[in-house]
Structure formats: structure tokens, C-alpha cells
């Protein structure tokens, strides 16, 4: 029985290399993701913590570590000494030390305009005093040599087009205009320490007259050979002391990684889940291919029982050929892994383009883990069909009819599986809009899941006359070949219901994601328009970290006197604290309300809004157990909550009254002003106004809330192209599996093509049968997919919108036609190629093939050979 299996492989390359195509691709898809995932984590690790290389022990502030929070930085009132470098240096356990000075530095760019990220100037940093010890890498030119040179990172370089030997204004401690000669570039690698702020290397001289550093942010040391970074470490904590904070090499690393590291295995989670979801999907393919195997096979395994085969004998042939496909496809699919993770790696701007890639991470756990999903997942698909061709009865080798005739159905079981399924199903799904947040999504698709499996058990019942309904114009326009399509259909369900699943599941997949993603980005944006109602904000810029205490008058005034705007509103903001908790005040000058600012009040009502009112952001609302009708008291001002709102057009979560604000806080110009462009009136124009308005006041910084939409819908575009290119592999396994199931299904069917041959069909009329066949089951896949997909999609978008919006969900129509007609056409090109193969072969060659086992010899005129010429 095993060589009688091992020469059906042989015999059957074909069938061999169509039942491992589905699994080659989700088993590589799955690997290529923790390939990866390998080498992502690998680069980052890498890249983030180039300011640790060659360090053994580090020591900074005690108050915080340096390097595990950028905000140190900005506190220039705790410093490491200069003696206590010369400490360090001075321990026989260091073999090499060097001092890191870091503060704020104002950065003007060639227009003279300051440079600001994200509301906050750049920093300055030393340059190295030991080489070895370096914190960042040249990128171009060199590092200042003497005072007076200035080097920036490489992404400032770029974004604002320096170059070497142009000047570089700087804004010096006194706050006075410092001019310096660019003289190179650094790379700083993923460093989340500056969070994508400017940087500048000044030689410790600069450091100290422009930047007014007096100290050191941080003290490394490389270790002596023989010595570890425990001992390197704790001679550190003994000669320091307790005002210093001392960390290992190693643990340094960490700490730069932690940040990067949480993004990257975040977006891992997510690449990993979608390989998943590919694999689960080709495993339900290769079930159905083995499913249409067996049932073509029923007289080939009649035969093989009429041989003295046993029950056991076939349930192992059908799984040990499993297991040569999953094991050939498993090894097949970890080669184009590599591909595949190459591809992604391509694709890596999602993680950032400063990370350098050098080369794939291929670890031992990834191969395991792609042979043994491949394998075992091959394997337990192949178990159903296998006890199905157990049962085959000896009998049936006599018979031409299909497998439901001769192993006995279970109908009635199937039925009520469907049933409990859908039942299960749908209590979920409603269930989990229900649920709070995001924990309702993964009930929601657990019922999708079982809603899905649902239909799959139902496929054989609701085929046919989903067939008819689809075929009832092509049967009555295209004549015998769509009426035979249909025909056929109708006759063997449950062999179109095979091969409709795998392109209903993964269709469903596809839907059920596309609604989120289209909801996702309507509700951003109507959050967008509705929450952030201005257009352009212009506040105060800084001086040494220290912003400008106001903007000053002749701006607002020029401002309020353009007629691009309809509304111009300043607004002022101040750090304090409510209950014990900090968080921010802010406020609008008188009338603002009703005109530019417009927040989403979710409880409450600012109508009544005046002195001694306040409204706060629900988040602090929830923080500090203070809803509509509390009474809060803030820097001793006693306030009553009238309202609690979602959004604004500040960060600020404590709304106070113009003139409460300047009795807490003082009186004041507005830090910032909020400008809402009028009707009708171009982008570019109002941006030009706005620039007119400020062109004399350099240190002012404009936002764009138009540019910012502009980007967070960027984001949300690579975001959809993203989730869509990685939902599109299932598709393509999906595809894979109805194209295998087509031309095994057409290639087996040789008995019935000549008969249909014989009674007259023309070849072209025979191949025309085929196509629409698949035409119409791509067609009836493609309607229960996409259905169910988006009552799936709705559902969760439902939930969501419910938690953290409001309207409804939003189904992209156009982008779910666009699934239809890609099914029907791979459906139809897929069986296109069997088809017309079909179609060449004569009736007397189709009489010759009979479904003889490969290891049973047979006459030259198909008897049975003699006694003794058998296996």
C-alpha cells in the first residue's frame, strides 16, 4: 500500500503540484512574515542602539535614567559634574570614558523661520571626545573641529535643503542670533529619544556659550578587557554615588530598543495574525482540494479494496499523501519566504526609512515553525476526507456514480451544524457590538468566523438554486453550454460547494476588513472636520526651550483685517493641576466659541458657558470623577462643570472662561491664534495670507490643520494599502484553491466530457461549459462572501462607532465590486487552461483512461492483465 501511494504521486504530478500550490503559498506568506519579523526586530535593535555601541556602563542624573525619557533633557538643573567624568576615568576597572552634554537649541532655517517639531525645538549635543564611544555616525563632510561649526542630523539636512558651508542661525542662550559654519552630517539611527527633533553637534566650547550646557546629560565608559559590565557598572555606582544613576551595557540597550522594539512587535502581531489568517484559509482549501480528490477517486479506491486494501490501509494512503504534499509544500514555501521578506523589507517605510536592513534574519524556530504548520496543518485537513475514503464500499468500483451515492451522507448532521453555526454566529456578532471598545472586536469576528463555517456547511443545500438563480439569463442567451453549466452544478452540489468555500471565506475576509478600514478613515475625517474646525494655528515660538509669551498684537490685528478668513480667534494655555492630576488650561477669547472652536460636547451643554463655568475633556473628566454639575477648584478658584467634551482645537483638557483664565493665571496675550479660512477660498491662498501676516516675526510657527488632515489621510491611505496588500494574499490563496479545485475537477471529469463529446458537443461548446461554470461559481462565492463579509464588517464598525464616534458604517462599494469581478476573472482564466486541454483530448483517448490505481497493470486493451501481473 505504501509504494501503491508513493506511485500515485508519482504518476499524478500534476494533482501534486495543484494540492501543494495552496499550501506552499500560506506556509511561505506565514514564514516571510517571521522572517521578517526576525530581521525588522534585528535592524531595530541594531539601529536604535547605536548610541550604546562599544558601552559597557553608563551613568546619568538620578532623578532619570538618560536616555529612557527625552524630557531629561529639558532640565538643564541636573547635570553630572565635570569632575565626575574625570572621576570615571580615573577607575582602573574603565579602559576608555567620554561625557555627553544635551540641551535645547533653537534652529532657524534658511528663511530665518525657527525649526520645530511636533511644538518643541531641536537639541544640541557634543561632539564625541573618544571616537569609539560616538553616540551617531557621520553621514557626510565631518563632525565641528573648533568653535563657531555646527553639524546637523541628516533628516534636517534634507527636509530643509543644507548643505555644507552654508551659514546655520542658531538661537544662543542669551537669545540672541548666533551664526555657525555647516561642516557635515550625522545619523543618529531610530533614535526615539529626539522623537524626530532637529539635532545639532557643537564642539563643548559651542555646548557651553550658545547652548548653556555647564554639565554632563550623560557619562559612558568601555570596560578593560577581563572586565564585565556588573563589575564596570558597580565600581561606577561606588565612585558616583547616589546622585547618579548607573546602568549596564546591556540594559542600556534596552532601554534605547523599548520604544522601537513595542512598534515593531505591534505591527508584528498584526503581520503574524494575517499570516495566520492565510494559512487558516489555505488549510480550508487544501481540505476542500482533498475533499474533490477523494470524491473523483472513488473508483480508483473501490478497486484498491476489491485488491485486499483495508479501511486503515486507505484512511493512511489519503494521509500519507497528505503529508509528502504538506511536507514538499512546507519546504517549497520557506524558499519563497525569503522572497517574501525581502519584499517586505522593501515596503518598510511603515517602520521608518532610517532603519538600515543589511541583510534577512533567518532564524532556526522560523524554519520549524513553517515545516511543522505547513505539515501538520496539511495533514489534519486531509483527516475528514481520509475517513471519508475509508468508506469507500468494494462495490462502487463497479459503479459510475458519485460519492454521495456510495458512502452514505449525513444530511441531517450537516443541516444541523449549519444551524447551531449561523445560530452561534449571529449571538456573537451582536453581542459584540455590544461589548466596550476594542474588546469587541475579536467576539465579533469569532461569530464572523462561525457565520462563515455556517455557510460552507450549508454550500450543498442552497448551490443549486443559488445556481439557477445565477444561470437562468447566461442558460437562455449562450444556449447548451450555460444550460449544461447549470446542469451541472445542479447535479453534483456538493462538489461546487467545495469549491465555491474557500473564495466565499476568503472574500468574506476581504469585506469584512475593507468595511472597518473605509469606517475607520470616514470617521477620522469627520472627527477631522467636525473637532478640529480651523484651519491654520499660529503660536508663539521659542527662545532657548522657552516659548514667547505671546503673539504679539500687530499679528492679530493683521490677521482679524484678511479677507481670506472668516473667523480669527486667539487662545492662551497654561500647565496646572486638578485633583493631583497635571494637565492643562485653555482658553478662547470672548465669542470664540460659537466661530472656531467647536468641540464635540458628549455630555452637557456649553450654551451657559461664562465665568465661573468650565468644561472638561472626558478624559480628565473620567481621571478625576468630575461630570456635569461637579464642582472643581483650580489654583484656589473654586469652578462647576457644565459640560464634558471629546475634542478641540487644543490639547488642553480644562476649558476655562477668557476672563477666569486671567484671574487663575494672569492677564496676557494669546500664546496662540486660530484662524478658519473663509468659504470657498483656496488652500494656497489662505496659507499665503497667513504667511503675510507673520512674514515679520520669524519665531512664530503656522500649523497647518489643512496639511495635517492631508497627512493623517495619507496615513490612513498607506494604512488601507497596507491591510488591503496583506488581506490580498488571501485572496490569492483563495484563487489558488478555486483554481485547483477547477482543474482537478475538469482533469478527473473525463468519463463525463467524452460522453458529453459523443452525444455532439463541439469542442468550443465544451470549453464554453467549463468556463461558465466557473463563472458562476466565482459569481455565487463572490455575493455569499462579500455578504457576509459586510453584515461582519458592519457589525464591528457598529461597535466602534458606538465607542469612539458617531454615525455609521461606511461600505466601500466600489472596492467590494472590484473583489467580484477579480474573482469571476481569475475564475474564469483559471479554468480557462484545463478547459481547453479537456476540450483537445479525442473520445477514444478519454475511453483509454480509466481510474486505475498507478501501481495496477493493465492489457494494451484495458482488461484486467493475468494472474500474477498485479501489484
Known sequence: MLRTTLAGLRAHKVRLVLSAVAVMIGVGFLAGTLVYGDTARAAFFDDLARA????????????VPFGEQSSGFSESSRRLGLEDLDAVRGLPQVARADGRMAERLSMLDPHGRLIANFGKVGWAVSTPGEPSLSMFDVAGGRLPRRDGEIAIDASTARAYGFRAGDAVHVIGVDGREVTLTLVGSFDLGANKRFAGLSVAALTPGDMRSVAGAYGYAEVVAAARPGV?????????????????????????????????????????????????????VSVFVIANTFSILVAQRVRELALLRCVGASRRQLFGSVVLEALAVGLVASVGGLAISVAIGWVLLVGRDALGKSVRVEHLVVSPATVLAALLAGTLCTVLASLLPARTASRVPPMAALSAAPLEA?????????????????????????????APGFLGLPVVFLGAIGLFAAAVAA?????????????????RVLGAPARLAVQEARRNPKR???????????????????????TTRAQSERELDENFAVDYVVTGGFVFNERTPAVPAPVVDALRGRPEFAAVAA???????????????????????????????????????????????????????????????????????????DDAPSTGEILLDWSDYAAVFGAGGPDSVLVKAAEGVPAETARAAVDGAVRERTRLQVSSQAEWRAKVTESLDRQLLVFSALLG???????????NTLALSVLERTRETALLRALGLSRGQLRGMLVLEAVFMAVIGAVAGIGLGVLAGSAAAFGLIGQYGHGHPVIPVGRLGSYALLATAAAALAALLPATASARATVRERRRRRSTPAGVRTCTDGRPGPRGAGV
Open 571 to 645: 487662545a492662551r494655555a497654561h500647565r496646572t493641576e486638578v485633583r493631583g492630576r497635571p494637565t492643562e488650561a485653555w482658553s478662547m477669547e470672548p465669542g470664540a466659541l460659537d466661530t472656531v472652536l467647536r468641540p464635540e460636547v458628549m455630555r452637557g451643554s456649553v450654551a451657559g458657558f461664562g465665568p465661573g463655568t468650565v468644561a472638561l475633556k472626558g478624559s480628565l473628566a473620567d481621571a478625576v470623577g468630575a461630570g456635569v454639575g461637579a464642582r472643581i477648584t483650580l489654583e484656589g478658584r473654586p469652578l462647576r462643570v457644565i459640560a464634558v467634551y
Open 52 to 63: 550604546a555601541r562599544n558601552v559597557d556602563a553608563s551613568a546619568g542624573p538620578a532623578w
Open 406 to 434: 456510495a458512502v452514505p451522507g449525513h444530511r441531517r448532521s450537516r443541516l444541523r451544524a449549519a444551524r447551531i453555526l449561523a445560530g452561534g454566529g449571529a449571538l456573537l456578532v451582536a453581542g459584540g457590538t455590544r
Open 459 to 475: 454550500g450543498p443545500f442552497v448551490i443549486g438554486p443559488l445556481t439557477a438563480w445565477v444561470g437562468w439569463l447566461p442558460a
Open 228 to 280: 564585565g559590565e556588573d563589575a564596570l557598572a558597580a565600581a561606577l555606582r561606588e565612585r558616583l554615588g547616589p546622585r547618579a544613576r548607573v546602568l549596564g551595557g546591556e540594559r542600556l540597550r534596552e532601554v534605547y530598543a523599548t520604544a522601537a522594539a513595542k512598534y515593531v512587535n505591534g505591527f508584528l502581531v498584526v503581520l503574524f495574525a494575517f499570516g495566520l489568517v492565510a494559512l487558516a
Open 729 to 739: 494574499m488571501s485572496i490569492v490563496i483563495a484563487l489558488a484553491g478555486i483554481a
Open 496 to 518: 461546487v460547494a467545495a469549491t465555491t468555500g474557500a473564495l466565499t471565506v476568503g472574500l468574506a475576509l476581504m469585506s469584512l476588513f475593507a468595511v472597518l478600514l473605509a
